[in-house]
């Protein structure tokens, strides 16, 4: 099959929102499916943020209650990322749910040609779903991969019966009821949501911090519809949510030539062709950042990019590319932002590109707090804890 390089180019640079291309309303079906007895609809919780989507309907983003669906690769190789949302949240007084009995996604497999059937994939997500609804907590989806296969496990569940027959005879015999989620919403509109309550708790200064944004693909090109746009925000021709939130925090946010292009992840390519990966994670997206831009920073909003653009930097270094700039979340930039320790909380020891200029240049002495941690470590060691808390984090 021929790839359309062109029309790929022509649609990265600028898109025209044609009512006569407006996707169906997704969410018309979800409640007609209700009413049929198909399945439960769990409601957003009040209050919720009306946000733009890239063809003009709005999407509602609960503030609160909210049950945490994690990350297997946040978890695994970033866990400063999970924590950084914790945090934040804390800080800023919303209740949630953290449960023990959410399952993989099963995503990862699926995207790298490797998982089972739909309806086991489909099964996946609704008994995710159907957990959260038993606790009273809204779904917030961390993983931008498990966001985009469960809006892809939504559509093909309101096309197809048969499928929908399949997995309720799955959930019988795990003793749970088909609930869909009004809205399938990801961590990262909750961050863009809330962007001016969190830089009201701002107390580093990020002002001449410039930073890069990629976004993730499956946040904005599965089932691209509901994603967030903003017309403040590139004119509303890119996702708003990673860039509206550092520019809110008062970094500087420079765009680059190849910001539509993938990480270099890819999925089957992470995992039978990580050359592949790592090549084009320095060459197509860190060393063009570089050149054009010269970031500070590189922010994203998914496991997958962070640890691609982060840990592919090594071996390029070591061939002397033009690398070398830190990788994170903005969920972990937020916090560092907001005071958070850059290891108790943000985790930054995980991160392999160096970040210790960053937090130098922001006035956050790492020295200090690695001198800190360290001591925590030592308290682990001599059995006086088990744990860092909460509590110690802030200490």
């Known amino acids: 099959m021929t790839i359309p390089v062109a029309a790929l180019l022509k649609k990265k640079e600028k898109f025209e929102r044609d009512p006569q291309r407006l996707p169906e309303d997704f969410r018309e079906e979800v409640f007609r499916l209700e009413e049929e007895g198909e399945w439960i609809v769990d ?87 159907a957990a959260a609804k038993e606790t009273g907590y809204f779904p917030l989806i961390h993983c931008g991969t498990s966001y985009g296969h469960y809006k892809e496990v939504r559509e093909e569940l309101i096309l197809h019966p048969e499928l929908r027959r399949e997995v309720r005879d799955v959930l019988a015999k795990l003793g749970k009821p088909m609930v869909m989620p009004e809205e399938i919403v990801h961590y990262s509109e909750w961050f863009w949501a809330m962007r001016n309550e969190i830089a009201a708790k701002q107390v580093v200064n990020v002002d001449g911090i410039v ?66 990966t790592r090549s084009f994670a320095t060459m197509r997206k860190i060393e063009v950042m570089k050149e054009e831009a010269n970031p500070d920073v590189v922010l994203t909003h998914d496991t997958g990019c962070v640890t691609t653009l982060d840990k592919s930097q090594f071996a390029a270094q070591a061939h002397g590319r033009n690398v070398g700039v830190p990788v ?8 560092l932002a907001m005071g958070a320790h850059p290891y108790r909380v943000c985790q930054l020891h995980w991160h392999s590109a160096d970040y210790r200029p960053l937090l130098e240049k922001m006035g956050i002495d790492w020295e200090a707090a690695w001198a800190e941690f360290q001591e925590d470590l030592k308290r682990l060691e001599r059995g006086e804890i088990e744990f860092l808390s909460w509590e110690d984090c802030d200490a």
């Open 211 to 276: 930073a890069t944004v990629h976004p993730a693909c499956h946040y904005y090109k599965l089932v691209e519809g509901d994603a967030i746009y903003d017309p403040d925000v590139y004119g509303g021709q890119r996702t708003a949510i990673v860039t509206g939130l550092a520019e809110a925090l008062g970094a500087e946010v420079r765009s680059y030539s190849t910001w539509f292009d993938c990480c270099g992840f890819g999925f089957r390519h992470i995992l039978v062709q990580r050359d592949f």
């Open 43 to 129: 409601r957003v919780p009040e209050p919720f943020v009306e946000a733009p989507t890239k063809y003009g309907r709005s999407k509602k983003v609960p503030i609160a209650n909210l049950w945490h669906h994690k990350s297997c690769g946040q978890c695994g190789h970033i866990p400063g990322y999970s924590t950084s949302i914790f945090w934040v949240m804390r800080k800023l007084g919303m209740d949630y749910n953290d449960p023990r009995d959410q399952t993989s996604c099963t995503a990862w497999n699926y995207y790298a040609s490797a998982t089972s059937n739909s309806a086991a994939q489909a099964a996946v997500a609704m008994r995710n779903f």
């Open 328 to 335: 994170m979340s903005e969920a972990q930039f937020a916090a």
